[in-house]
């Protein structure tokens, strides 16, 4: 078990029966340590996370058509980018591929909801990453009416099914729900209009959308209890605590690059025989 | 000036009247410092790098359309994976849109040459990574006779046409070639002959592809000179020292980003207002 954790992270963030009202944002569940430790186990297993992904991308290279696919889902300054940078942000970039969905483009309006969602499936050896996905068509679209529910209702079943039809094509599926305090939020959007360098991440109708916070952690429980799957679990993470998100979602993804026991692609060629062509050129 | 330069990255491997023939592959042009000085150098503008990119993404979060566009061009082990992984790994990889452009599909290849490449443009507020590109269409293709001269002789010219374009739209485009020398590539295959966390980056025919380096040389050479233009000009990097690579590859990057002007997005709010509103929810 990683250093700290008393439980496996898998284990104490899986969001089996868990009601989010109770939940507290500021805990670190299975993590024994304070934000020192938690930092240093950052740095130390960014870099265990960095060798699997470039086992991946290897094995990807090879023909490997396993992927892993990290989908994040969180209200507004729930950390969701910090995340990308900082999680992300320690791997190898070409083995990466990036999705951000936000409000559906007109033409995307026009497909089945999980058009757009399918056109940026991480391919073999990929570690794709989906900053919100089509779980907003089930959280956005519902607490807004954008659709009536007869239409999104069944979709938690296609959702359901969808992940299933991934999972046995070969992706393994990190679902992260990441959830900060209402006033944590307030903290979090207050300095967005205190600093300059940070007015471009406010937008007026975060502040709208506050209203709609009960709304909102009644789609987000519908969701855990409906889309929670033995093949596609949500992990639910109290991320008041930034360093302790970061460190969580590092750990998830560890456990399900683990998962896949990989190891380096075996030649496909003679070593000897090329050593000796080599030798001659 | 970035320490130790005695001239910018950007003058001094410009590739203006440069003979590829007369290349020293393991120098360091315009850098007087040793390896040491070299990776202090490289920690310190990785920072400078990163929140210079953080810039063009918040403005094209913003609306801003500029792009930046990184081109890499260089023969198998020149070290184009090492430049992704180590300097574009140093960004934010919410804003980095990356491209790898190996041989062209069925599909690709009933389209124009430009076609794929148009696909995988940056859009604004990106910075964009194309490892290998539309210059594999007068490089392998012409080395190789994959098609006839009178398709690839008119190419120059289609190339700095649709460059022109990009730029008149708002991408600077950073056109890096990487050059080691026939020696350094025998050292660099022959390692991946030893290791095996290696074995997956070696392909026989990169051995068969060494009996046509001088055809390359003149491909890559003919590049430069029809390709070089004000607007995109290239920059020939010796990359027999890949610490000296990744460094120049990061001050080309600083430089672009730096004729941008970024500053922070304005906030296109009341921020007072915003901030009475937040205090009341």
Redesign the interface.
């Known amino acids: 078990m990683a250093k700290h954790w008393s439980l496996p992270a898998v284990d104490a963030l899986r969001s089996d029966g868990l009601r989010i009202a109770d939940l507290d944002t500021s805990g670190t569940p299975g993590f024994d340590g304070a934000k020192a430790e938690g930092l240093a186990c950052l740095a130390e297993r960014a870099t265990v996370l960095s060798g699997l992904q470039e086992k991946l991308y290897?094995?990807g290279?090879?023909g490997d058509k396993r992927s892993v696919l990290l989908v994040l889902q969180g209200m507004d300054t729930a950390g969701k980018?910090g995340i990308?940078?900082h999680v992300?942000?320690s791997?190898?970039?070409?083995g990466?591929d990036?999705a951000?969905f936000g409000v559906p483009t007109e033409k995307e309006k026009h497909h089945h909801f999980l058009w757009r969602i399918r056109k940026e499936l991480p391919g073999g050896g990929q570690l794709g990453?989906f900053?919100r996905s089509h779980y907003e068509d089930v959280l956005v679209v519902r607490v807004h009416d954008l659709v009536p529910p007869e239409v999104w209702q069944p979709r938690y079943d296609e959702i359901n099914a969808f992940e299933k039809e991934l999972v046995d094509e070969g992706t393994t599926l990190v679902k992260v729900a990441m959830f900060v305090s209402l006033d944590e939020q307030?903290k979090r959007?207050?300095e967005r209009?205190e600093r300059?360098?940070k007015?471009?991440?406010?937008n007026?109708s975060d502040?709208d959308e506050?209203?709609f916070w009960p709304a909102y952690q009644q789609a987000y429980q519908v969701m855990l209890d409906r889309t929670s799957t033995e093949y596609a679990p949500w992990h639910v993470i109290p991320a008041d605590r930034k360093w302790f998100a970061r460190l969580a979602v590092t750990e998830l993804l560890i456990a399900a690059l683990e998962t896949l026991e990989l190891d380096?692609?075996?030649?496909t060629?003679d070593?000897e025989e090329?050593?000796r062509?080599?030798a001659e050129?």
Chains 1, 2 share one sequence.
């Not at 791997?91 to 070409?94: A, F, H, L, M």
């Not at 007015?199 to 406010?202: E, R």
């Not at 380096?264 to 030649?267: G, Q, S």
């Open positions: 290897a094995n290279r090879s980018g990308v940078r992300i942000g791997v190898d970039p070409q990466v990036h951000a990453v900053d307030k959007l207050s209009l300059p360098d007015y471009w991440k406010f007026p502040i506050r209203a380096w692609p075996a030649a060629f070593i090329q050593k062509r080599l050129v």
